[in-house]
Every structure is written in structure tokens, then in C-alpha cells.
């Protein structure tokens, strides 16, 4: 056993889910059927799709980096200026016009995946320009409106949720692969999950709401930091349009492959001025040019190639694998933070741009919300090499077959890098 400032890091030598071969995973999902994080059995919180998504988006912001050049500074700032008026002065304007002209049932529909249905006559054409400026404060109230006429619905589920909303099953008993698991005092029934249906709490935009790149760029750089997001798209905030509304990743790379995302954004008569509080657009430009960070060291593995997609499923696979074993080795622990290796960085920050609903997942496994908003130093990255070698039995930096090893580039592990 490792002792971690009173916390007891129970080491796993009949294995773990680190160890379950490949032939045994779900032949829908390509992923373990369960896998153990901390004293639960859960479904794998984030899909191959997801991340194949997320590279594809990677992969366009790679292209803007190269693009812009020694530009680039300049355009995160751009970016954030849109990012702002985006969510500020449009988005208010849609949902609005969403809320306000159509039954609160109606925008709450459940699709197989998304939140909404697609977009009313209100959201098409200039019918937006001759709208009167709606307030936050009616937004809000319209909002709420709709929430409570589809929780009505939907009780008894949240009732059983303890309102975190989407469902996964828990199984209280450990996986035969983690007999050294602890079992939970209490029951737990439910946690978020993106492989069920999603509940009227989360909405997804329809692909035609979907923003430029630049908007999206300064979205994607925001919801890095889980917890400031969630602090800026609380009640009366700026970017509180944006508190119930899920990143829509799979929508966004389909318009990338497909060459469909629009340039730019619709013309409105005014733009609201934004509250003192919160972030503004130098935060938001700074973290902007912090999560090339992000997009270098993936890079660096040849995970942003074109060929790189439609080759085998097995680093994605494992990286997944991995990023649960992360969390277990949180959980197992009271350290705030861990380093991870490149490939469960990528499926940390796919993981991240659930916003609230992986603030939501991590607090429910973990004890506590998953806010770490770097990849930390090399002594932390060794200190949790150490710590996995111990409970696992397996070496952290592991070898990829396409360029070296799953580390973080030397000029990467500054510690203002995302």
C-alpha cells in the first residue's frame, strides 16, 4: 500500500481494467462494458466517437495556428471578441425567440441526441432583426418556465437522480478485474452519462445554430476551466445562455468533414456591453492561445493527421481505458491534481467539454469536482507515474506507434500551458 497524506492508495495486484483484454470490450462500444472509478462500476463517461470528433476539431484549430502564425495572439483575441458577442447578443436572441414563440415542452424535445428539435421560423431569416432586445432577466425567467414544465415530466427520474440529470446505472459491487475496490456505504443509482439519453437540463443546438470556428475555438478554450465556466455561465452572468447548452462536438466535426461551418456570424443592430464580473475577452483570448498547448502535443503523436482517423481503433481505445484508470487513481486518493500523459490528456479535455455535466460526473465519482486546469510540471507527471506503477503494476509512459512516447513535449510542460 501507498500512503498519500493519510489516504491509503490500495495497489490492485490481481489487476485492473488496464489488464482486461481487448477481444473482452463491448463489441457496440469498442470499450470495457464497466469500468471501476473509485467505488463504482460505470459506464465509459466518453466514447471512441467523441474523441475520433474531437481530433477533428483539434485538427481545424491546428490549421488556424498555422494559418495565423505569428498572428495568432491577435486572432485568439478576435476570437474572444466574437465568442462574447456570440453569447451575449445572438444566442440570447435565438433561445428567446425559441422560448417565448414555442410551447416550453416543445424546446425541451428529446431527440436520440440532441436537446433541441430543429430550428422554428423564429431563428430563420431577418424575423431576428426586428425582435426587441430581450433582457437577462426575462431569458432567465423564460428559462426557468421551460425547465419546470419538462422536469414535471421527467420527476420520478430526478427523483432517483439526486438532479444531476442524464442516467447511467451504478453497480455498487466492484468489477472482477478490481477486487480490491471499496464499496460505497450507500446505494448510488444514477450518474450522467453521454451514451443515454440526454435529460431537458442539457441542450444540444441544432447544426444550423452552429458558430464560426473563431466562436467555437473561444468556446472549446473556456470550458477547460470547469470550474471558472461554471462560475461565468451562472445566473446573471454573461455567458449564462450558455449554462444548460452542451458543446455540440459530433455536429461540429461532421461540418468540418463536410466543409458546412459557417464563416462568420448573422448581423445584429446592437451588442449588449458585458457585466465587470467574470471573465472578459483577455481572459478568454488568453486561454485561447494556452490550449495550443493542447493542440501541439497531440500533434506531436501524429493524432491530427488525416491518416490518423480511419487507421485501427487500439490508441484511442486505450487511451480511453487509461483516462477511467486516471480517475480511479483521483479517486482512490486526496490529491487535487495529477499529471496526465498526452493520450489521457485528450480524453480528459474531450471529457471537459461536457461543462457542467463533467463537473457533475467527476463530483459524483470523485468526491469532489475534477477542476484542474493544467497538465502540471514533470515532477507531478512523475509523482503520478509512481503512484500508477503502484495500484496498476503498469508503466505510465507508454510507447505509441505512431511518433514515441504518450509525454508531454519539454516546451508543453510550462506551467502556464493548458
Given amino acids: 500500500m501507498v500512503l498519500i497524506k493519510g489516504f491509503l492508495t490500495r495497489a490492485r495486484p490481481d489487476g485492473s481494467v488496464l489488464d482486461l483484454p481487448v477481444d473482452q470490450y463491448d463489441h457496440t462500444t469498442h470499450l470495457p462494458e464497466r469500468i471501476q472509478v473509485g467505488p463504482y462500476s460505470v459506464k465509459p463517461l466518453v466514447r471512441v466517437s467523441d474523441v475520433r470528433d474531437h481530433l477533428t476539431v483539434l485538427a481545424a484549430f491546428a490549421n488556424v495556428a498555422r494559418r495565423e502564425g505569428a ?6 483575441s478576435h476570437a474572444a471578441q466574437e465568442y462574447e458577442f456570440w453569447a451575449l447578443s445572438i ?8 422560448l417565448s414563440g414555442s410551447s416550453a415542452g416543445s424546446s425541451h424535445s428529446l431527440p436520440s441526441q440532441s436537446m433541441d428539435s430543429s430550428p422554428d421560423a423564429s431563428r430563420r431569416g431577418s424575423g ?20 419546470s414544465n419538462s422536469e414535471s415530466a421527467v420527476n420520478s427520474q430526478s427523483a432517483v437522480t439526486g438532479g444531476l440529470g442524464l442516467q447511467l446505472p451504478i453497480h455498487a459491487e466492484p468489477l472482477a478485474l478490481s477486487p480490491t475496490a471499496l464499496s460505497p456505504s450507500s446505494s448510488v443509482s444514477s450518474l ?5 439519453p440526454h435529460h431537458p437540463r442539457w441542450r444540444m443546438m441544432a447544426a444550423s445554430e452552429i458558430p464560426p470556428l473563431t466562436v467555437l475555438m473561444a468556446w472549446h478554450a473556456h470550458l477547460l476551466y470547469p470550474a471558472q465556466y461554471a462560475s461565468d455561465t451562472a445566473d446573471g452572468q454573461n455567458y449564462m445562455p450558455l449554462a444548460d447548452m452542451l458543446f455540440p462536438l459530433a455536429d461540429v466535426a461532421t461540418a468540418i468533414r463536410n466543409g458546412t461551418l459557417p464563416t462568420s456570424l448573422e448581423h445584429v443592430r446592437e451588442r449588449r456591453s458585458h457585466s465587470i464580473s467574470g471573465w472578459c475577452v483577455p481572459d478568454i483570448a488568453a486561454a485561447v492561445q494556452r490550449q495550443a498547448g493542447v493542440v501541439t502535443a497531440v500533434g506531436e503523436l501524429g493524432w491530427l493527421d488525416p491518416s490518423f482517423l480511419p487507421g485501427p481503433l487500439a490508441p484511442l481505445q486505450r487511451a480511453i481505458v487509461r483516462y477511467h484508470a486516471w480517475l480511479d487513481l483521483f479517486a482512490a486518493t486526496n490529491l487535487t491534481r495529477l499529471g496526465p500523459t498526452i493520450d489521457i490528456e485528450l480524453v480528459w479535455r474531450t471529457h471537459q467539454l461536457r461543462g ?5 460526473e467527476t463530483d459524483k465519482l470523485l468526491g469532489r469536482p475534477l477542476d484542474q486546469t493544467d497538465r502540471g510540471d514533470e515532477q507531478l507527471l512523475r509523482h503520478t507515474g509512481h503512484l500508477w506503477s503502484k495500484r496498476y503494476g503498469h508503466s505510465y509512459v507508454e510507447a505509441t506507434k505512431a511518433r514515441g512516447i504518450l509525454h508531454p513535449g519539454r516546451h508543453s510542460m510550462r506551467r502556464d500551458t493548458v
Fill in 71 to 76: 498572428n495568432f495572439a491577435r486572432f485568439a
Fill in 91 to 98: 444566442l440570447p436572441r435565438r433561445r428567446w425567440g425559441r
Fill in 128 to 147: 431576428r432583426e426586428r425582435m426587441s432586445k430581450p433582457s437577462v432577466q426575462s431569458i432567465s425567467a423564460a428559462m426557468e418556465a421551460g425547465r
Fill in 192 to 196: 450522467p452519462s453521454p451514451t443515454e
Fill in 356 to 360: 457542467g455535466a463533467f463537473r457533475s
